[in-house]
């Protein structure tokens, strides 16, 4: 009898068993343990500092297994790899830093209505909430709304993103709920020439409302050029 329970309890871990969206392997978790670790090895080491004039942190590079993480969860509707990221951004975030301040609100970068109706989902505040599950850190996912639809940016010069993004947020929830003494912590999923950061930014302080920093999942490695 208990040879027929452990047979069946290893069918029902083959059962429950899903495919690695990035191998195609069979796992249990949202990556199998070599695309976990491949992922891992792109966590910036010694790199994780704020630079002004926009202080940015990150958790890993652009580039490998990471890039291809954040394409697959963004347009192949592997939603749980939030879940890692965030949490694997909010541990580092803790970690790096001298004090952890509590008057913050999280705010993600918001996607135009139309492509979060196209996508479904808002990968930044998927991965808000988790990085929220580990700093404990209250989170608006509304906070600021994409009031104009932006073309993509990857293959714009960065004059091209500065004024591809010109007034393109509003305020969303933040408009009518703003936390009393409480500045902003932006989060997204990549930074790359802070274009998109800058523009949010720009709304917030005309309410004059304070914004702490910029936290990402990924940036790209030649990130600091733009910040001149």
Same mark, same amino acid.
Request: charge should be positive; charged fraction near 20%.
């Given at each position: 009898?208990?040879?027929?329970?452990?047979?069946?309890?290893?069918?029902g871990?083959?059962? *429950?068993?899903?495919?690695?969206?990035?191998?195609?392997?069979?796992?249990?978790?949202? !990556?199998?343990?070599?695309?976990?670790?491949? #992922?891992r090895?792109?966590q910036? #080491?010694?790199?994780?500092?704020?630079?002004?004039?926009?202080?940015?942190?990150?958790?890993g590079?652009?580039?490998?297994?990471?890039?291809?993480?954040?394409?697959? !969860?963004?347009?192949?509707?592997?939603?749980?790899?939030?879940?890692p *990221?965030?949490?694997?951004? @909010?541990?580092?975030?803790?970690? +790096? !830093?001298?004090?952890?301040?509590?008057?913050?609100?999280?705010?993600?970068?918001?996607?135009?209505p139309n492509?979060?109706?196209e996508?479904?989902?808002n990968?930044? +505040?998927? *991965?808000?909430?988790?990085?929220? +599950?580990?700093?404990r850190?209250?989170?608006?996912?509304?906070?600021?709304?994409?009031? $104009?639809?932006?073309?993509?940016?990857?293959?714009?010069?960065?004059?091209?993103?500065?004024?591809n993004?010109?007034? @393109?947020? +509003?305020?969303?929830?933040?408009?009518?709920? $703003?936390?009393?003494?409480?500045?902003?912590?932006?989060?997204?999923?990549i930074?790359?020439?802070?274009?998109?950061?800058?523009?949010?930014?720009?709304?917030?302080?005309?309410?004059h409302?304070?914004?702490?920093?910029? #936290?990402?999942?990924? $940036? @790209?490695?030649n990130?600091?050029q733009?910040?001149?």
């Amino acid at each position: 009898m208990n040879g027929w329970l452990r047979s069946l309890s290893g069918w029902g871990d083959i059962v *429950l068993a899903s495919q690695c969206p990035l191998c195609q392997r069979s796992t249990s978790r949202e !990556l199998c343990q070599d695309c976990w670790t491949q #992922v891992r090895q792109c966590q910036w #080491v010694g790199c994780q500092t704020w630079y002004e004039p926009l202080p940015v942190f990150a958790w890993g590079q652009y580039k490998g297994a990471l890039k291809r993480t954040i394409a697959t !969860l963004k347009y192949d509707n592997h939603r749980q790899l939030a879940s890692p *990221l965030g949490h694997w951004l @909010a541990e580092a975030w803790m970690t +790096e !830093l001298t004090t952890h301040p509590r008057t913050l609100t999280v705010v993600p970068i918001p996607l135009h209505p139309n492509k979060q109706q196209e996508r479904g989902f808002n990968q930044a +505040e998927l *991965l808000g909430r988790s990085f929220c +599950e580990i700093t404990r850190l209250p989170l608006q996912p509304h906070g600021l709304i994409r009031s $104009r639809f932006t073309e993509a940016q990857f293959h714009l010069s960065p004059q091209a993103r500065e004024q591809n993004l010109s007034g @393109a947020f +509003e305020l969303g929830t933040l408009r009518h709920h $703003r936390p009393r003494h409480h500045a902003v912590l932006l989060l997204d999923d990549i930074y790359t020439t802070g274009a998109t950061a800058r523009s949010a930014i720009r709304v917030l302080q005309q309410f004059h409302i304070p914004v702490y920093g910029i #936290v990402a999942v990924a $940036r @790209a490695s030649n990130f600091k050029q733009f910040l001149d």
